[in-house]
């Protein structure tokens, strides 16, 4: 079965920092781009960064441009968002997902459950 | 950079056709052929109904097609099912390198 899990969400104070990470399994994980994107309470879905098969394209949306980063280890089938510098409006589900082909461009076909994060005082 | 444009919400009868608009720039829907489309239920992560403006994934209904006119994208869904409730979201690959989602569409199906 083709699956993504992703860990590491919580409660983080704010201009702290959290580590996101999405575990692949059911599909060879190293021929494919990955994605994340959150969703805040109650609103749309939002893009946060891409990277390609062999990360060697990568991509941020500007509202994190700077503070986070997306990494993959593909011997691990791992997809890692490292997120610094934390803001309120940071808080929101964010989605592990899947591209159909090994650049983040064509749509996003597999997606995880979502993992939680908080940020506030 | 702003959201791509969808109308905040649509309905339709069972047995209705609809379609949600996704508008945005020649920076992005209007120059490229990048455009997916994605059926959220509450509660749940998305679906990917549409990519490279019309095509479906296996296993996705027939119903669901998706074009493009300049720098609109339109979903249409025939044949509405009381199922087909959702909120529905459009994406463009931009000229920035990065995706761009639209605000999101709330199809009511009555």
């Known amino acids: 079965e083709v699956q993504l899990v992703e860990s590491g969400g919580g409660l983080v104070q704010p201009g702290r920092s959290l580590r996101l990470s999405c575990a692949a399994s059911g599909f060879t994980f190293g021929d494919y781009a990955m994605h994340w994107v959150r969703q805040a309470p109650g609103k749309g879905l939002e893009w946060v960064s891409g990277?390609?098969?062999?990360?060697?394209?990568?991509a941020y949306a500007d509202s994190v441009k700077g503070r986070f980063t997306i990494s993959r280890d593909n011997a691990k089938n791992s997809l890692y968002l490292q997120m610094y510098r934390l803001r309120a409006e940071d808080t929101a589900l964010y989605y592990c997902a899947k591209d159909k082909f090994d650049d983040f461009l064509y749509g996003m076909d597999v997606w995880g459950q979502g993992t939680t994060v908080t940020v506030s005082s | 950079q702003s959201a791509l444009t969808q109308p905040a919400s649509v309905s339709g009868s069972p047995g209705q056709s609809i379609t949600i608009s996704c508008t945005g720039t020649?920076?992005?829907?209007?120059?490229?052929?990048?455009v997916s489309w994605y059926q959220q239920r509450p509660g749940k992560a998305p679906k990917l109904l549409i990519y490279e403006v019309s095509n479906r994934p296996s296993g996705i209904s027939n119903r669901f097609s998706g074009s493009k006119s300049g720098n609109t994208a339109s979903l249409t869904i025939s044949g509405l099912q009381t199922d087909d409730e959702a909120d529905y979201y459009c994406?463009?690959?931009?000229?920035?390198?990065?995706?761009?989602f639209g605000g999101g569409t709330h199809l009511t199906v009555l």
């Open positions: 994406t463009s690959y931009t000229s920035s390198a990065t995706l761009l």
């Open positions: 990277i390609s098969w062999n990360s060697g394209a990568i």
């Open positions: 020649s920076s992005d829907v209007g120059g490229y052929n990048y």
